[in-house]
């Protein structure tokens, strides 16, 4: 049974860091497509960033680029989100999803729980 548990979330200034992880369990995901999504309240979930845990490629929503990495460890089926410069704007529940294809949809079969982000101004 495929299992992804994300980890790292809490309340945070404007401006500090954050770095989310991401386990996946239950079969290898080496040549997966693994993303993180996040949820606002009253808002629809959204894309932010994208990669193949095998690959070099990086995919990024325009509202992160330049202040979210997205990195994976394939020996830990693990992938991280570091956030910087975090403001008030991406303050939302963030999900880990993962799957067969990179997409910025929410089209994979498989998510996390999700974890809290807040950010105060």
């Known amino acids: 049974q495929v299992q992804l548990v994300e980890s790292g979330g809490g309340l945070v200034q404007a401006g500090e860091s954050l770095r989310l992880s991401c386990a996946a369990s239950?079969?290898?995901?080496?040549?997966?497509?693994m993303a993180w999504f996040r949820q606002a309240p009253g808002k629809e979930r959204e894309f932010v960033a994208a990669?193949?845990?095998?690959?070099?490629?990086?995919y990024y929503a325009d509202s992160v680029k330049g202040r979210f990495t997205i990195s994976g460890d394939r020996a830990k089926n693990t992938i991280y989100l570091q956030m910087n410069n975090l403001k008030p704007e991406d303050t939302a529940v963030y999900f880990c999803?993962?799957?067969?294809?990179?997409?910025?949809?929410?089209?994979?079969?498989?998510w996390g729980q999700g974890t809290q982000v807040t950010v105060s101004s």
């Open positions: 239950g079969r290898t995901f080496s040549n997966y497509a």
């Open positions: 999803a993962a799957g067969f294809v990179v997409t910025t949809t929410s089209g994979y079969p498989y």
């Open positions: 990669m193949r845990l095998n690959g070099a490629n990086t």
